[in-house]
């Protein structure tokens, strides 16, 4: 009895095409480093076995992280189809994953808990299942998940790299310095264990070893798609923490603006930092325009809450404040149905108060954004990228000239992380 042949993992693959199943590995392996070329290799591997159903599922997973959804349901689709009569392993994978694609995130959740629990070595469902948790803001799932799992992956600078991140958002940052470290030891060109590095300096207060370790860092982290640019997010960051805006602003200008993107995790970047800057009073003016042409072209397109908060946030920097309107108005129609209530609990007031803000209006900002601020994780995103918003709060309070509710943040903000922004409020 022929044995049937498997992936990188060990796990078994309905193909008789070697070269199919190598493209295959390829494709997994570009889509865990952050490859620019994992779409086009899983759809190589397609090309050389149409029945490929894994590929067909890794395809319709890139397509939907690219924004490219009438693609992604037809390919969706297609690993539907091709899976049919495969083995059982292989049916549980394209279902966890096309369900996620085709935006059924709770259903995807438990098919993808279910699946691990069965094939653990399953590297493309951990990897799906830790971005949900990400973006649903469910941080001990996700420390939870890699702690589990990573003893499953021996040798795995990814998987190390996705835990040390998961630790570092749990507040242990120096174990996730180590893991990072540790990771990128084993593979240099590894982009996620470079940004659990960048978020546990970070957070750890190691500005200046921020800024000299994290471009070497940086530099090995060949044929990476926009995440590049987000790690260049996080030194501009590093610099930014250390009162050096005029050179945050730069390292800005460098990776977002020269051809400002509507790629969503580029656009947050673009957007929060400089909005940023205009909190620390240094207005940047024209430099809204491209983003806030961009984000008028995504009123209707809510996608991601925390992805709308961004959008409300370049309208009403750019002073675009129709469709600022408009948008609230979209985010409050569709509230009702949101079956979480986030949309309309948090997320609608939140844009209330960054409007109000952008207005010069910063008790209402306070009234608006104080009763968010246990459920502002909710969002998604890290610690780092969701600090804007609460920084938002706190300058709000210095500017309505509210002396207890200032105090009161500064001292619990200088308690977590001694930034310049904040210390300088002490002089």
């Known amino acids: 009895m022929t044995r049937m042949p498997t992936d990188a993992y060990g796990l078994p693959v309905s193909t008789a095409d070697p070269e199919a199943l190598a493209l295959y590995d390829r494709a997994v392996r570009a889509l865990q480093a952050w490859q620019a070329d994992a779409l086009a290799l899983f759809r190589a591997a397609i090309e050389r076995d149409p029945g490929l159903a894994l590929a067909h599922a890794g395809a319709a997973v890139c397509l939907f992280l690219e924004e490219r959804f009438p693609e992604t349901k037809a390919t969706t689709e297609a690993a539907r189809a091709a899976v049919a009569g495969q083995t059982e392993r292989e049916r549980s994978h394209v279902a966890a994953l096309t369900a996620w694609t085709s ?189 806030t042409a961009i984000a008028r072209e995504r009123v209707n397109r809510m996608g991601l809450l925390f992805h709308a908060a961004h959008v409300a946030m370049a309208l009403a920097g750019g002073g675009e404040w129709a469709t600022a309107k408009a948008h609230l108005e979209a985010v409050r129609a569709r509230a009702p149905k949101d079956p979480t209530g986030m949309m309309g609990e948090v997320l609608a007031p939140l844009i209330e108060g960054l409007h109000a803000f952008a207005q010069g209006d910063y008790a209402t900002t306070v009234a608006k954004i104080e009763p968010l601020r246990p459920r502002i994780v909710e969002l998604g995103g890290s610690r780092a990228q969701r600090d804007v918003f609460h920084d938002t709060l706190f300058e709000a309070c210095f500017r309505a000239g509210d002396a207890e509710r200032a105090g009161r943040y500064l001292a619990e903000r200088l308690a977590r992380r001694r930034d310049h922004p904040w210390l300088a409020r002490v002089a």
Not at 172 to 193: F, H, V
Not at 224 to 235: A, E, M, Q, S, Y
Not at 249 to 255: C, D, L, N, S, T
């Open 103 to 291: 935006g059924q995130v709770a259903p995807a959740q438990t098919l993808m808990r279910e699946h691990l629990t069965r094939w653990p070595r399953d590297a493309m469902v951990l990897q799906r299942l830790y971005y949900v948790y990400f973006w649903l803001g469910k941080f001990p799932e996700m420390l939870a998940l890699t702690d589990s799992l990573r003893t499953h992956y021996p040798g795995s600078s990814f998987v190390l790299g996705l835990h040390a991140f998961a630790l570092e958002e749990g507040g242990q940052c120096a174990e996730a310095i180590r893991a990072a470290e540790a990771a990128l030891r084993l593979e240099p060109n590894d982009p996620w264990s470079v940004h659990a590095l960048a978020h546990a300096l970070y957070e750890s207060e190691s500005y200046d070893v921020g800024v000299t370790q994290l471009p070497v860092a940086i530099h090995p982290c060949r044929g990476v798609n926009w995440f590049r640019n987000h790690l260049l997010w996080h030194l501009a960051l590093l610099h930014f923490a250390r009162g050096e805006y005029a050179r945050a602003g730069r390292i800005g200008r460098a990776a977002f603006e020269r051809a400002p993107s509507s790629i969503a995790g580029e656009l947050h970047d673009s957007i929060s930092l400089l909005w940023r800057l205009e909190l620390v009073g240094q207005p940047v003016g024209a430099r809204w325009a491209p983003f």
